[in-house]
């Protein structure tokens, strides 16, 4: 991908769903099956799904990453809110950091947007607020599409409803709004 792209010149790289969130799967919390084929395939450390999110970032050099709020990365912030530290000690310094920011203010759009400005200048790596706004050649590309009107679940033909022309990525499938 990082040849493609380098040889393409393409200017930006738009990430919905950045994170699998793997982790912290609220999918998976009361599955102790899942849980443990998490642990056994190396899943369930959060320092290293972060590490791996921040590295593949950095791997193109020649764009500007935005990224976009989105369900998955929201998962860390979702984790934070409902999970008790003292029962995943392997993870328990990293919960423990994430919400002290949290609670100081530093992570106002989400602990995963908080980790990556933390490592990117926004020239290189931009993570987009719920209300931002973010313009491509007549396209809205801000909104992941998980939420929809007055809070509800967003869908495609939700979107297309919409007067400004949008991109969304929440169905992981390609589709125009």
């Known amino acids: 991908t990082v040849n493609i792209i380098g040889n393409l010149k393409i200017p930006i790289e738009i990430h919905h769903d950045l994170a699998d969130g793997v982790t912290v799967n609220n999918h998976i919390e009361k599955n102790p099956v899942e849980q443990y084929k998490r642990?056994?395939?190396?899943?369930?450390c959060i320092e290293k799904e972060i590490a791996d999110i921040i590295q593949f970032l950095g791997i193109n050099p020649y764009t500007k990453k935005i990224v976009v709020q989105a369900n998955h990365n929201d998962r860390f912030d979702r984790w934070i809110n409902s999970q008790d530290w003292k029962k995943d000690l392997k993870n328990a310094l990293p919960y423990l950091k994430y919400t002290t920011a949290v609670l100081?203010?530093?992570?106002e759009k989400g602990v995963l947007a908080y980790l990556i400005e933390n490592q990117f200048t926004k020239d290189e790596v931009f993570c987009l607020d719920y209300d931002d706004s973010y313009m491509i050649g007549g396209y809205e590309v801000a909104h992941?599409?998980?939420?929809?009107?007055?809070?509800s679940r967003g869908s495609v033909e939700q979107f297309r409803k919409m007067s400004t022309k949008m991109i969304i990525g929440h169905s992981h499938s390609p589709a125009r709004a």
């Open 39 to 44: 642990m056994i395939a190396g899943d369930d």
């Open 104 to 107: 100081e203010g530093k992570a």
């Open 144 to 151: 992941h599409g998980h939420i929809g009107a007055n809070g």
